[in-house]
């Protein structure tokens, strides 16, 4: 069974480059037809997605973000990960790593199956 | 890149029915999934491709599509259903939108 584990820095301060690592056990991120997201929740606030990842390197971003993220892969860790630059108290949340299904099949089709349970980012200096 | 727009909250009593609405802006719409989020716990999806139940998911959650309007629907509400619900969907550039939530309350 797909297992998926966000890790990264208890505290990140504002400016700074926030950091996470999502670890995927129970299966393979090479060669498999599955995007990989990371998606975030401010305290009290809904979820918002950040971006996606394919295994070949291909991403998508929330233009929301003005280009401050960016999702990469290393496969061969079986790991793909999340830089946010330049922090402010308004990126403080609980951020998520999902893996995501996607197709075709009349209508275009994407969602998230498989969660990490979450890791708090708190910004504060 | 578009928007989904839910009702913010819904209130129900024990064994009704509750309906909560996800509603698109543009044309055309892509398939919509659902997810049940409790309070301290991470997302679980409860539907996807607009009325498709994943295994282990009770049959009293359903979804139905008309238009640009999907629909939750959960039938014979059980307390245990207390949660924030999303909607979500994806345009075929890959940009994927969630809606802002609804908070459904079990009376």
């Known amino acids: 069974q797909l297992h998926l584990q966000e890790s990264g820095p208890g505290l990140v301060r504002p400016s700074a480059t926030l950091s996470l690592t999502c670890t995927v056990s129970g299966g393979s991120i090479s060669n498999s037809p599955y995007y990989w997201n990371w998606i975030r929740q401010p305290p009290g606030k809904g979820l918002e997605w950040i971006g996606s990842?394919?295994?070949?390197?291909?991403?998508s971003y929330n233009p929301s973000l003005k280009g401050r993220a960016t999702i990469s892969v290393d496969t061969s860790k079986n790991q793909f990960s999340l830089q946010l630059q330049s922090v402010t108290a308004a990126d403080a949340a609980v951020y998520y790593c999902?893996?995501?299904?996607?197709?075709?099949?009349?209508?275009?089709?994407?969602?998230?199956?498989?969660w990490g349970k979450g890791t708090t980012v708190p910004v504060s200096s | 890149s578009y928007e989904l727009t839910q009702p913010p909250s819904v209130s129900v009593s024990p064994r009704q029915t509750a309906r909560i609405t996800c509603s698109a802006d543009v044309l055309p719409k892509q398939y919509t999934n659902w997810y049940q989020q409790k309070p301290g716990q991470a997302p679980v999806i409860v539907i996807y491709k607009d009325n498709e139940r994943p295994s282990g998911i009770p049959e009293r959650f359903s979804g139905s599509s008309s238009g640009t309007t999907v629909t939750l629907t959960i039938s014979g509400v059980q307390a245990e259903d207390e949660a924030d619900y999303y909607c979500q969907s994806a345009d075929t550039s890959g940009l994927v939108v969630f809606g802002g939530g609804t908070k459904l309350t079990v009376l």
């Open positions: 990842i394919y295994y070949s390197g291909s991403t």
């Open positions: 999902a893996k995501a299904a996607y197709g075709n099949y009349l209508l275009y089709y994407f969602y998230m199956d498989v």
